[in-house]
């Protein structure tokens, strides 16, 4: 890997510093680099598709914070929102119109959803969302694909056993099995296995949740019929189909994935883009689901700063800015360059890459050989990590700023000009070289 020219002395005192008060210097396991190697660059400021860290090095930005900034950093319209709302304060612990507005637009976006309670956090939104599917089906056993990732409670956090169909285990200490115990996983885009899954234990499950994009795995695309599939088996044995639209709602259209692909989940988790930038969650579902949610219904679930003033303005500037004619369109377009760009530059170094893309969410993954597809947990995870991080290094020295991880997406803003896109598929021609000739 090539020695970095940038310098980044004041990112590293910063990261010595950090990691004296906080676990890894991070607030969030990712941002420490764990994947990738080196340290991590600390951030002063960010604008449109720029970000720049603490020596003043600019990169044009792919990580986004992983998804809410899909009008870009700073964008006037929500910072003008933004400095209206805060000069009226910034949390009152009591309803507020703008929650009213927020859950509004939300419910005419997505077909599935006639009420929503909003949260600080995915994490949040699934956790209720997972307890409300128990509450309503009297049921105990949730399921989740192998690969997908619904935010930290203990119930999610687990990993494959052995066999394709197994009870889960915890993925992290801390975690007591008899938590974990009460969840199954399964393959991602295996219908089959779900078939047999529901053959099995079919009228004891509460809920499948799903990324109806998988996006934690780097970027992984629901085979054709798959979402549907889940929708019959769900309805033929009673159980909540959960689409956690933490990342694709509002990103790949207007009404999230559950649009895109025309399939009705029953329950509905959001976050990332409807805040701005700010902390939120969101879950919803039909009418005679929500209304079990307390104080509605007996389903406790509550939040000193859910709905909080500030993320709802940043929400509710957002996607007016999204509603605009042509917004969807030209992220369809600059993310097409882009990816079409990449696929030209690894070509021409013969680096065999899979590449993934709906709408402005994208998945580059190196392969051990060229057509390869990555469409779940196994294949995505038999790619070549180093060749990523000798990629991901190689992209900071030509000004492109990735997330970290493999198993991350890159996520285009309506801020990515032709220029940007232009000065980053240079960069990832220079860096599917080094990663050529790291194989050499
Ligand atoms: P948060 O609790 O991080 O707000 O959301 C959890 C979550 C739930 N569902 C999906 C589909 C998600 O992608 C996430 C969080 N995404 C990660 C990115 N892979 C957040 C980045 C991080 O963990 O720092």
Redesign the pocket.
Known sequence: MSESKRVTGNSEAAFLKARQVMPGGVS????AYKAVGGRPLFIKEAVGCIVTDLDDNEYIDYVGS??PMIVGHANERVVAALSKAIGRGTSYGAPTEAETQLAGTIVSALPAVEMVRFVN??????MSAIRLARAVTGRDLIVKCIG?????VDGLLVEAGSGALTLGTPSSPGIPASITASTLIVPYNDLNAAKELFAQYGDKIACFAV?PIA??MGLVIPAPGYLAGLRELCTQFGALLLF?E??TGFRVAWGGAQVRYGVEPDLT?L??VIGGGLPV?AYGARREIMERVSPAGPVYQAGTLSGNPLAMNAGIATLDILQEPGAYEQLEATSAKLIAGFATAATESNVPVALNRVGSMLGLFFVREQGQPVTNFTEATACDPKAFATFFHAMLDGGVYLAPSPY?ALFVSLAHDDAAIEATIKAARGAFAVVAESRN
């Open positions: 969030s396991p990712v941002r992983y998804g956090s995915g994490t949040e939104a699934a997908c990732y619904h935010g930290h990324e996006g934690n956690d933490v990342m988790c976050g990332k969650g991350e």
